[in-house]
């Protein structure tokens, strides 16, 4: 039986459409926040049975090693996760770009010929 193999440059191609058409991402991870705010004898700092305000929606991430985090509304919520989503696709494909580049590198060299399907001439 003939073995297929799969040509590098169609492979990188394919992926590069496939990050153009991700959409909006973001990184990050949600979480559920209470908050503790500065109003005297407020019920948040009741000494017995302190109720907290929240919870509120936090998006806490890191970029460029960077931490920081923004408040997410309860109607951006879906999405907001839908972004956190496509940013791990996003990583997701960007490893398999590379894995397709050294194939490219392994399989075609690093001139500008075409990909023979792997066989040596
Ligand atoms: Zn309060």
Not at 5 to 14: E, F, H, L
Not at 52 to 63: A, D, N, R, T
């Amino acid at each position: 039986m003939k073995r297929v193999v799969s040509d590098p440059k169609v492979n990188i191609a394919k992926i590069k459409n496939k990050l153009l058409e991700l959409g909006d991402m973001l990184p990050g991870h949600i979480s559920e926040q209470w908050n503790v705010c500065g109003v005297a004898g407020c019920r948040c700092k009741d000494v017995k049975n302190p109720k907290k305000h929240g919870p509120y929606l936090k998006l806490g991430y890191s970029v460029n090693r960077k931490s920081s985090s923004m408040f997410i509304r309860e109607e951006d919520l879906v999405e907001a996760q839908k972004r956190i989503e496509r940013y791990q696709e996003f990583k997701e494909l960007n490893m398999q770009l590379i894995e397709a580049y050294v194939d490219l590198a392994r399989k075609v060299g690093f001139a500008k010929k075409k990909f023979n399907g792997g066989k040596h001439e």
